[in-house]
């Protein structure tokens, strides 16, 4: 019995801490944004930095790794090659990392920016511009240097170093066989828990924007109720998913996701402003390049960090939360792919990718709001931000088949986040193995439903950013530990290498 | 056989002989395209020519010139292989009916394959070495007619596979997480291969991928 209560420790220690915060979220709700409120302004005051520069390292180190002598190293064995097309390795991958969010935020972000610009006077064309190239940097870089160390560490230590597919397993050079101990157990314990917020926030965007879409083509209440019903709704969807063999038809579901985008990024350039788009890209991406250093290192000392708190470090958050996730995913991927390969495809393709996405979405909407001095279509967008894609799509031709389509998407993305996320932790929880039982699965399929919900129902997005940001920190620490081990190891393999070339040559 | 009704991963007598389905694509006229179990070589053929065998406990086939018998018998163990009949495949795994895969960990619940495939118990059936006496052998539909090809299990003996047996000036590694060994072949006798190491074994066991591989040939420098 004690031996059994061992091997779950991480499983029931990691639940005990999420069930103790929902049982807060639920009977004390006041109490609960209350105290997150001071936590979080206490960590945007005194640890925002730690986000920032945290952040701003993986992507240097990501750079790093692309030109270093350690590109060559294959993650696998030396004659494994990749599972997958390059094509749909990146559209997988892409899938992953941003699904439900670049829906989400596409289109509200750059008009939210453009009502309250970081710097400057709203309303006006310089503004339209910063926001573009804000836009750029939330979702450029930053988030695929984050999936690119921890997928490249998770990755490098399942196939070449052949350990489990845990977090825990990437601190072996560090500390050795303590991974098994109490050590690696805390942080694997850190890493559920991280991962929770971050499956519960993108969970709680997915169903305010759910909600959102049936309110607009079906005219159903855009409330609270209705979205505490479609997180129930769902939940019991993946619940049968898991326990019968429906998990292919989610495999299928989540192909069609991907091409649903694809058809509304094409349809958008055609009846969208195509020169404007084109122009945009072509500038934020400029101005984003130019001003890459002072904006990733961008903090206000002599003033209120508001607007950097609520965006920039509630960003840096999520991805770092939501960073285990993806990372486990684009490790199972990758394997045969060597590290420069895995770089340029994780780190410089999607960002092009999220690129040319913000523009597309980003540009049509602001030319939309700047053109035509629209100023209450703005401010409306920026105060309905779950309503924003649909709103703009009520502006362009088409649009009732563009509100279906982008409807579609949304709820394909949720189901199929939902219950993917579902395994991820049933894996991270049980040690790193590739069969989690089902009923850790489910429990875990509850417990991520009931954490989104307890967080739309003490306060909505800003708590879901609020949470976010709390539960990340650790594992931001984490991290930075991790890039440190992963060196150690790359070097460790690259020794074992120059053996065997050594022995070659002397042939 | 029906195009539509042939899937990927499908077990079909292709020329009498037993082939995996390993991609189907409808667009070409040869359109099913094979790989043949008994010494995995490509073959395209077309819907009409072959036909659907779905294998069951005790069937014994030649798999890579090396003979096996499904079996429930027992749960696998580190190293067997397995054939994968029932596949539920999970969000991160990445196989496919009747794929074979090596067993890399067992667990309680299922085993983890070299693939990092996490595959369940149910799933597969295990293919023991030889082959049983009870079995039935299925590598040819209609037994008899490929009478130069002896089923007597000792197949490595008989076929082909001449450029792949080590010859004098391979260099193998052993696959060994403990030590680094790298040796290469200076001496053959019959089937056994004598090493510049001082040790002689068995050319089987040099071929055996899970134990030695091969890195290069000496003249190819």
Not at chain 1, 229 to 245: P, Q
Not at chain 1, 275 to 285: A, S, Y
């Given at each position: ?50 986000y ?46 941003m ?21 400057g ?25 984050i ?10 230590f ?81 619940l ?8 292919k ?20 350039l ?26 990733s ?8 960090g ?40 994780v ?27 629209n ?7 920026a ?21 279906i ?56 997005l800003?708590v ?44 | ?35 043949r ?13 072959v ?62 394959t070299?693939?990092?495939?996490g ?10 070495p ?75 066991e040099?071929?055996?991928?899970e ?11």
């Amino acid at each position: 019995m004690i031996g059994k209560l061992k091997e779950n420790s991480v499983f029931i220690i990691s639940l005990i801490l999420t069930l103790l915060f929902i049982i807060w979220g639920v009977f004390f709700t006041e109490n609960l944004t209350k105290v997150t409120n001071i936590i979080y302004n206490g960590t945007i005051n005194n640890l925002g930095w730690v986000y920032i520069g945290a952040t701003f390292f993986f992507v240097v180190f990501s750079i790093y790794l692309l030109f270093s002598k350690f590109g060559h190293i294959r993650l696998g064995k030396a004659t494994d090659r990749p599972d997958f097309k390059t094509p749909s390795w990146l559209a997988m991958l892409f899938g992953a990392g941003m699904g439900i969010g670049i829906v989400y935020w596409s289109v509200a972000e750059p008009v939210t920016h453009f009502t309250t610009p970081p710097f400057g006077e709203g309303y006006t064309i310089d503004a339209a511009n910063t926001a573009m190239s804000y836009t750029f940097f939330h979702w450029g870089l930053h988030p695929w240097a984050i999936y690119t160390v921890i997928g490249l560490a998770l990755a490098f230590f399942q196939y070449n170093k052949r350990l489990p597919a845990a977090i825990s397993s990437v601190f072996y050079p560090i500390l050795g066989d303590r991974i098994h101990g109490p050590l690696g157990k805390t942080i694997d314990i850190l890493s559920v828990f991280a991962t929770v917020f971050g499956i519960a926030t993108s969970l709680g965007l997915g169903a305010l924007q759910v909600t959102a879409g049936m309110h607009s083509i079906f005219n159903v209440p855009n409330t609270l109720l209705v979205q505490i019903i479609v997180i129930v709704v769902a939940t019991i969807i993946f619940l049968i998913s898991i326990n019968t063999g429906l998990e292919k038809g989610i495999q299928y579901l989540s192909n069609g996701a991907m091409i649903i985008s694809f058809a509304i990024l094409l349809l958008l350039l055609i009846v969208g402003p195509t020169l404007t788009i084109i122009k945009v890209f072509f500038n934020t991406t400029g101005m984003y390049l130019n001003d890459f250093i002072q904006m990733s290192l961008r903090l206000k000392p002599f003033g209120e960090g508001e607007w950097i708190a609520s965006w920039t470090l509630f960003y840096w958050a999520w991805w770092i939360a939501w960073a285990p996730f993806v990372g486990m995913f684009i490790a199972r991927i990758s394997r045969g792919r060597t590290i420069k390969e895995f770089v340029i495809g994780v780190l410089i393709v999607p960002t092009l990718g999220t690129c040319i996405w913000m523009s597309i979405f980003g540009g049509s909407a602001l030319d939309m709001v700047v053109h035509s001095d629209n100023h209450a279509l703005a401010e409306y967008i920026a105060d309905n931000v779950s309503l924003a894609i649909f709103t703009f799509f009520e502006h362009l031709p088409l649009s009732s088949f563009l509100s279906i389509l982008g409807f579609a998407l949304v709820a394909i993305y949720y189901v199929t986040v939902a219950d993917t996320a579902t395994f991820v932790l049933g894996m991270l929880s049980e040690g790193g193995t590739l069969n989690p039982s089902n009923k850790i699965k489910m429990t875990w399929g509850i417990i991520q439903s009931a954490v989104a919900s307890v967080l739309l129902i003490s306060g909505g997005l800003e708590v879901l950013q609020t949470a976010s940001i709390v539960a990340a920190l650790p594992f931001a620490i984490i991290m930075l530990f991790m890039s440190y081990s992963l060196l150690k190891g790359l070097t460790g393999e690259l020794d074992v290498q120059r053996r065997k070339s050594r022995v070659k040559n002397n042939v | 056989m029906k195009l539509f009704q042939v899937r990927k991963g499908q077990f079909v007598y292709y020329e009498n002989e037993l082939h995996r389905v390993y991609a189907v694509k409808p667009m070409y006229k040869k359109s099913v395209h094979l790989i043949r179990l008994r010494d995995l070589t490509q073959h395209l053929s077309s819907a009409a020519e072959v036909e659907r065998y779905q294998p069951k406990e005790l069937d014994s086939f030649i798999f890579n010139k090396k003979v096996y018998t499904l079996s429930k018998d027992r749960r696998a163990e580190v190293g067997d292989y397995i054939l994968i009949t029932n596949p539920t495949p999970d969000y991160l795994d990445h196989y496919s009916l009747n794929e074979i895969e090596v067993v890399a960990t067992v667990e309680n619940k299922g085993v983890i394959t070299n693939n990092s495939n996490g595959i369940r118990h149910h799933e597969y059936l295990l293919m023991v070495p030889g082959r049983h006496e009870k079995s039935n052998p299925i590598e040819y539909r209609d037994k008899g007619s490929n009478e130069d090809i002896p089923l007597n299990g000792n197949e490595s003996e008989n076929i082909g596979v001449d450029d792949l047996l080590p010859i004098i000036g391979d260099v193998y590694k052993k696959n060994d997480k403990e030590t680094t060994l790298e040796a290469m072949v200076i001496g053959i006798e019959g089937s056994s291969v004598f090493l510049g190491n001082g040790q002689s074994l068995h050319q089987d066991e040099l071929m055996d991928t899970e134990k030695w591989l091969f890195l290069y040939h000496l003249g190819d420098k």
